[in-house]
Structure formats: C-alpha cells, structure tokens
C-alpha cells in the first residue's frame, strides 16, 4: 500500500498515515507524440473542472485552478524506471504490460507538476518527456493536466552545455533525431543536411539527388561516432531545434490554486517584474526568437541567468538545514515578501511555494511554517537514487506520499 506523511502548513512534524486517492477513470493514452501547450488543457472533456483553460494560447498559462488534486514530482534526470515509481506513487499512472508504449492516466482530474530537471545525469531523457506528455493527452481528456517546468538543466542544454549529459543520453539524442529524419525528412532537425525540396521532374535529376546522397553518407562514415551523437543533440536541443520547441510550451512559474511552482525559487524582483513577462521571455528563446529588445533582455536574465537569485538557479529556499536562526529567517521573510506581492501584484492569494532544484538528504520537507515545500529527492540514480517521493495538496492539507513508512523528517 502506498503509504503518506500529511503535515499541515504549521509544517510542525505531527504525522499521520494515510493513501492516495485514486480515482476510477481508467484511460489509455495515444501513441501519438504530437506537442501541446498548457493552454490546450479544458478544451476536451472535463474542461468545465479546469475552468482557466478556455482560450488557446502560444505560451505557458501562468495561472490554472483546479477543483481536483494537485500532486508534484521533483527532479528526474533521465531515470524513466525512477520516475514511473514516482507517478505510481502520485497515483497517476497505470501498470500493466502496455505501459512502455500507451501508458495509462488514472489521476481522473488530477493536476501533476514536474518541477523541472527532466534532463541531464541519466540515459533516458527523452523517453520521460514523451511520457509525461503521453500522459498529458490522456489527462486532459479526463478533466486533469500535466505540467512540465524548465528547470536549469534544461537551461544548461539549449545553451549547448552538455557537460552533464550521460553516454546513454547521448546515444538517445541520435536515436531520435534519426527517428525524427526518417518521419520528416532532415529538415526535421537543425544540422542534418536537407534533402532536395523540389519535385523531380526528369531522371537526370534524380540521378543527381542519389548521388548527393551517397556523399553524404560518405561523408557520415566519416565522422566519428561521438561527432555525430553531439550534432544530433545540439540540432534537437538548440534554440528553435525539435525538442528546444517542445520545452518551450513548459514553465518557468506557474500557480495551480493557492500554490506557486518554480524549478529554484522566486524572490520580489521576480514578480514585480512580471512572472508572464518571465514565462513568455524563456519561451521565445528556446522558439529560436532573436531577443534584441532591453524588456526581454532582462526577464531572461531574471528567469535563468546567474545563478544567485534567477528562477532556475535560486537556491536560498532549498536549505535543508540552515547554518543559523539568522539565516532561516533571512530566507522565510524573503519568501513571505514574496508571496505576498504575488497576491498583491497578480491578484492571486498564493499560500505556499514548492520548489526542486536542490537534493534533499532526508526527503521532501517544508519550512517557514508551511510555506516553502522541498520536492527534489535525488531520486535518478544519476543523482543519489533515493526512493522516490510525491507531494500531494488537496485543498489546504498538504501530503508528502512515499512507499517507504514512516517518514523521518528533516528538523525544522
């Protein structure tokens, strides 16, 4: 039985034992891997639950409300075995011998977050992220939603930065983009030498078009294997490549009810800014948009820039212990100050704030009585292969589900 730790947002260690809800709508996903975006959610049955999703949109919806659950997964980096335990966990995901190829969505109305982190430090990326948006589809059609946020790795990737990236991820990026070439033709990834566009009209141009093609894979013989798998990769990750298009249509904040997610954190720059202003600027970079105008300058660096106090890279809220009294108020003042010009400035009363980016030693935990929820576990065993853990919010009571009881949690 999958076991729960509820603490309520007082975040004192009072603990109860309990399970997942789930639900009895049993549905089974497409193999279909077309994209969507956040907004498409509500516009299939159930949408009358999901009422923010009624008009379509090109960008991440920043705001969604949703009568159903609400559960979220921390970061994944390429272990699908370790993040199929997790949407178990979170009750969303079926089991049986189809599963590799349509899994099942049985969350009913559920809404999931992925806080970010899909990429990086294990083998099976990719495959992850057409699970999750398998799920998605299957979701939506049951009144529920998956979302996916941009963590810094994903960041790390489109800028080419591949130094986290496992051998067996590589060999996926090759896989795919052939897989992508062999659907559409090599103008399906950036980098792969286009086939002819226009239609052959004698045999002498045919002959031609064969010709090309043997050179080119001469040429390919030639390059080394490692070559090949590093150009596969930066044609789908680069700005405007296949999946950079994909992670697009994600967050980089986003609030389901009275809760706010981000990869690392939010400080009162952030909001003042804008948070849409910050979603919108992430996403027309990773589209391949030539940023030129000084507004999205600036929410890009506010949203993955340094790494001190950016959305992605923010850390002060993912102290698991902190070194003095004096740092943890320093840290839960920030935050109130934050949520509270969320209220004020977007006209959402935002109660708490759930965060991944930084491993937990000891599982996911809160702090600042409630109001910051620590989700990353270290779960892919590229990291620290913890058993994975699912925070679920239902109304105002908040749940950390686990295989694993009791809890220990971390001293607050």
Known sequence: MIQSISLKDDCNNRSKKGTTRRSSIRLLATSENGSSSAADVGEEKGGEKNKSHQKKSNYPKLHVQT??????IGDLHGDIQQARRALRIAGVLGKDDDDNVNPQWVG????????????????DEIGILILLQKLGKAARKAGG????????HEVLNISGDFRYVSRGAFHESMRFSDHLVKLFGKDAVPGRRRRRSSKQEDGEEEEEEEEEEEEEEEEDDEMDEWR???NARVGLFSPGGPLAQQLSMHNTVLIVNDTVFAHGGLVPRHVDFGLDKLNKSVSEWMRGKRIEDEDTKVALGMAIGGVKDSVVWHRAYGTEHYATNTERMNACTLLSRTLEKINEIEGIPVKRLVVGHTPQM???NCECDGKIWRVDVGMSFG?????PQVLEIIGDEVKILTRE?????SKL
Do not use: Y
Request: charged share 15%.
């Open 145 to 152: 939603d998956v979302f996916v946020l941009n963590g810094n």
């Open 362 to 364: 000891q599982g996911a």
């Open 228 to 230: 090949k798998q590093t």
């Open 67 to 72: 009568s159903g659950r609400v559960v979220a």
């Open 383 to 387: 990291v620290l292969g913890a058993n």
């Open 405 to 409: 009881a009791p809890v220990t949690m």
């Open 108 to 123: 009913g109305d559920t809404v999931l977050v992925q806080v970010g982190d899909v990429l990086d430090r294990g083998d």
